[in-house]
Antibody, heavy 119, light 110 residues
Framework: QVQLVQSGAEVKKPGASVRLSCKASGFTFTRHFIHWVRQAPGQGLEWVGMINPSGTWTRYAQRFQGRVTMTRDTSTSTAYMDLNSLTSEDTAVYYC????????????WGQGTLVTVSS | QSALTQPPSASGSPGQSVTISCSGTSSDVGGYNYVSWYQQHPGKAPRLMISEVTKRPSGVPNRFSGSKSGNTASLTVSGLQADDEADYYCSSYTGSDNYVFGTGTKVTVL
C-alpha cells in the first residue's frame, strides 16, 4: 500500500534551517509529484510547493521563494524539503503528499512533521 | 495568492445535508476545473474527498459531491453522519503550476 513516512519533530532557533524528509513506498516513486503543505497551530492548510516526478523542476508558493528548496532522491525514494531563515511564523506541521489520479489532487499524505521555531 | 474564501462553520443534524462554498476568482476556481476538497479530523492528515470539481476517489462515500458555478465551488455532504464532523478545505489550481487552499470550514453535526 502507498505510504509516506515523514521524519520526526524538530525544534529550531530563529534564523536556523531545517530539513524534512518523506520516505515513500508502495508505488513507483519516479512517476508521481510530491507536494508539501503546512499547517500552523489552529490554522488552515497552506501549499508550500511541489517537485516533479524526476526531480528536475520545482514550483514554490511565492511567499516561500528564496527560502525553500525541494529535492528528491530516487535511489532511496525519499523527498526532502529544506526551509531556511526560520522565524516563529514557520512553526507548523509540515505534510508531504503524493498526487492522485486526477490533476491537482493529493491523494496520499504523510503523517506530518511538527517544526517548532523558538528561541 | 490569497486563500480561497470559505465560511468558518457549517452545521446540520444527522441525516440532513450541508453545503460548503469556496469562493475564488477567475484566476483560480473560475479559470480551471481543478478544484479538490479535503476532510481533516483533529490531529490527522487531510483526506482527499473530491478531485477535479466533481470526481470522488475510490473509497469516498457517494454522500459527498462537488460542483462549481463561476468562481465558486461547493461541496455537499448528504445524509450527515457523526464521523462527517471535521474541517473541510478546498484547493484550486491557480496556473503556472501553483495551488491555493481555502480558509477552511468546520462542520458540526448537531
Amino acid at each position: 500500500q502507498v505510504q509516506l513516512v515523514q521524519s520526526g519533530a524538530e525544534v529550531k532557533k530563529p534564523g536556523a534551517s531545517v530539513r524534512l524528509s518523506c520516505k515513500a513506498s508502495g508505488f513507483t516513486f519516479t512517476r508521481h509529484f510530491i507536494h508539501w503543505v503546512r499547517q500552523a497551530p489552529g490554522q488552515g492548510l497552506e501549499w508550500v510547493g511541489m517537485i516533479n516526478p524526476s526531480g528536475t523542476w520545482t514550483r514554490y508558493a511565492q511567499r516561500f521563494q528564496g527560502r525553500v528548496t525541494m529535492t528528491r532522491d530516487t535511489s532511496t525514494s525519499t523527498a526532502y524539503m529544506d526551509l531556511n531563515s526560520l522565524t516563529s511564523e514557520d512553526t507548523a506541521v509540515y505534510y508531504c503528499a503524493r498526487d492522485g489520479e486526477h490533476f491537482g489532487d493529493n491523494e496520499y499524505w504523510g503523517q506530518g512533521t511538527l517544526v517548532t521555531v523558538s528561541s | 495568492q490569497s486563500a480561497l474564501t470559505q465560511p468558518p462553520s457549517a452545521s446540520g443534524s444527522p441525516g440532513q445535508s450541508v453545503t460548503i462554498s469556496c469562493s475564488g476568482t477567475s484566476s483560480d476556481v473560475g479559470g480551471y476545473n481543478y478544484v479538490s476538497w479535503y476532510q481533516q479530523h483533529p490531529g490527522k492528515a487531510p483526506r482527499l474527498m473530491i478531485s477535479e470539481v466533481t470526481k470522488r476517489p475510490s473509497g469516498v462515500p457517494n454522500r459527498f459531491s462537488g460542483s462549481k458555478s463561476g468562481n465558486t465551488a461547493s461541496l455537499t455532504v448528504s445524509g450527515l453522519q457523526a464521523d462527517d464532523e471535521a474541517d473541510y478545505y478546498c484547493s484550486s489550481y491557480t496556473g503556472s503550476d501553483n495551488y491555493v487552499f481555502g480558509t477552511g470550514t468546520k462542520v458540526t453535526v448537531l
